[in-house]
């Protein structure tokens, strides 16, 4: 039998949740204070790679269900995600490849491609991956638009104070809340890890590049432009900050031996790190309905989608 379900928050964990859930016949509502380029799924980067998020097992397991969807998803040119290499380096130290990009076909950075992003300084060192990436003017909308076609609807401007607020005609509460999840559950052990973005113009890179080493930074190309990255604060600032954006134009543009481009656009998100690890379970609101949560995805909310939401599904009575 069908369930009428609410899925609280309109980013890409609740957009995926949505589309597994409606395509599988359930009704599904999003409720959300923001919608479109309004959330913080808007201003990731959205390359598939897993940043900022615990526990490690999890995590991986996840991420990698995921890839594996994303993978089949880029077939798809109307879906906004493709494969592309990704390069991430450290400045000073040696990079040991992880078990699992081995597996998926990392090989070590050699000399000459060092060389190619500037890195000539003794003991840097990395590896190139082939991951998705998720465009994020395409992909939310594929995303939107799946839900939709499936029956589902996203109605904007729902702010709730509590989740017990969602109407009483839903049978369970999907909760994708994000940062918001502080206020909705009550969970002070979300931290707000603030990330400032640039949009420069369209460039022929043929790779992503990447670098956790301080400073952040982070290059990827997309269909229409390329996105400049980036900042890393626990802050719950919203507002874009002139003295970060100098930075990480002239970082990035460093690192790819060019001119620093004309900015097209600066957008700040709020990645909602959770100490104790992403939150994928089942509660019991106070008014009796189930409430499965889906949040604290930290830097990796693309990377951990796919993976979550299909727990998510399994988890709803």
């Known amino acids: 039998m069908p369930r009428n379900i609410a899925i609280v928050g309109a980013g890409v964990s609740g957009l995926t949740c949505g589309v597994l ?12 204070d923001k919608t479109g ?3 913080t799924s ?17 995590v991986m397991s996840w991420a990698l269900e995921t890839y594996d969807v994303l993978a089949r998803l880029s077939e798809d040119q109307a879906g906004g995600v493709s494969m592309l290499e990704l390069r991430t380096f450290s400045r000073g130290h040696k990079m040991e490849i992880p078990l699992w990009a081995l597996k998926l076909g990392a090989r070590p950075l050699a000399p000459p491609e060092l060389e190619e992003i500037s890195l000539t300084s003794r003991g840097a060192s990395g590896f190139a991956l082939t991951v998705p990436l998720m465009d994020t003017t395409i992909y939310l909308d594929y995303l939107a638009r799946r839900l939709e076609a499936a029956g589902g609807v996203v109605r904007g401007s729902a702010h709730l104070e509590t989740l ?12 994708c809340a994000g940062i918001g999840a502080r206020d909705l559950a009550g969970d002070n052990d979300l931290e707000p890890h603030r990330g400032q973005v640039a949009i420069v113009p369209k ?35 919203r507002t874009v900050n ?12 460093r690192v790819l031996k060019m001119d620093a481009p004309q900015v097209l656009a600066e957008h700040v998100g ?27 995805h930290g830097g990796s909310g693309f ?4 993976g979550c939401a299909r727990v998510v599904v399994e988890l709803l009575p």
């Open 270 to 296: 709020i990645r909602p790190f959770r100490k104790s690890g992403v939150r994928v379970a089942r509660d019991r609101g106070r008014d009796g309905r189930a409430i499965i949560h889906n949040y604290g």
């Open 37 to 39: 380029t309004r959330t």
């Open 21 to 32: 859930l409606a395509e599988r016949g359930d009704g599904v509502t999003i409720l959300a």
């Open 164 to 175: 017990e607020e969602a109407p009483a005609d839903f049978d369970s509460i999907v909760h």
């Open 203 to 237: 460039m022929d890179l043929p790779y992503a590049v990447v670098c956790h080493d301080a400073p952040l930074m982070y290059a990827i190309p997309r269909a229409k432009d390329c996105l400049f990255g980036g900042s890393n604060e626990v802050s719950f600032s």
């Open 42 to 58: 808007a201003a990731a980067g959205a390359i598939w790679y897993p940043y900022d998020a615990e526990p490690a097992d999890a």
């Open 242 to 253: 002139a003295a970060d954006t100098a930075r990480i134009v002239t970082e990035c543009s």
């Open 303 to 306: 990377t951990l989608s796919w």
